[in-house]
């Protein structure tokens, strides 16, 4: 591998976490990346419709009801950020 094709890998990774926030960045912190995941997992669940119908059947829940317990999970969906040591 040489060192043009280093730099190109490099900033085509860099583009697409400028471009895709979920593909995070050198500094994303584990909590923060949690935090991504989780959101784009409830997003997923709310967005498609066999896949809420599946988790209100599974919980004895309405349709609705799920999908309102899956917009107040994306509030904090990690509970809240740990605290941070300022070096």
């Known amino acids: 591998m040489q060192a043009s ?3 190109n890998i490099n900033s085509q990774l860099e583009h697409l ?3 895709y ?3 995070g960045h050198a500094d994303l912190s584990r909590f923060e990346w949690a935090v991504n995941i989780q959101r784009d997992s409830y997003a997923s669940y709310i967005g498609h ?6 988790f209100a059947i599974a919980e004895n829940e309405s349709i609705g009801r799920e999908r309102y317990n899956f917009m107040q999970k994306m509030l904090l969906p990690c509970g809240l950020p740990p605290e941070r040591e300022d070096d």
């Open 49 to 54: 419709y066999p896949m809420l119908a599946y």
């Open 17 to 19: 976490q400028a471009k």
């Open 21 to 23: 926030v979920g593909t």
């Open 5 to 7: 094709d280093r730099f």
